[in-house]
């Protein structure tokens, strides 16, 4: 992944994966979940060199965290914009 959009495409696909998972696991075991919930399991799924900050006015946190909004508001939705 070079180019910048690459990973954006790849962002919004791993939340649209975390979402449905963690859902999944809410649905089933009763307990409710929030975005912090997706935001964490997504930088557990991330590689150790992925190309985003950890750090700085627009931390890797902050965009997942973002992403998080905007997927489950239904503004990004990875299969529109590939």
Same mark, same amino acid.
């Given at each position: 992944?070079?180019? !910048?959009? %690459? *990973? #954006?495409? =790849?962002?919004?696909?791993?939340?649209?994966?975390?979402?449905?998972?963690?859902?999944?696991? &809410?649905?089933?075991?009763?307990?409710?979940?929030? !975005?912090? %919930? *997706? #935001?964490? =399991?997504?930088?557990?799924?991330?590689?150790?060199?992925?190309?985003?900050?950890?750090?700085? &006015?627009?931390?890797?946190?902050?965009?997942?965290?973002?992403?998080?909004?905007?997927?489950?508001?239904?503004?990004?939705?990875?299969?529109?914009?590939?």
């Amino acid at each position: 992944m070079s180019r !910048p959009e %690459d *990973i #954006v495409f =790849d962002l919004i696909a791993r939340v649209e994966i975390s979402l449905a998972k963690v859902a999944h696991l &809410a649905a089933e075991s009763g307990v409710a979940f929030s !975005p912090l %919930d *997706i #935001v964490d =399991d997504v930088e557990r799924g991330l590689p150790d060199d992925y190309r985003l900050p950890t750090t700085g &006015a627009h931390s890797r946190r902050e965009l997942i965290a973002r992403t998080v909004r905007d997927v489950i508001s239904g503004k990004l939705q990875a299969a529109a914009v590939n």
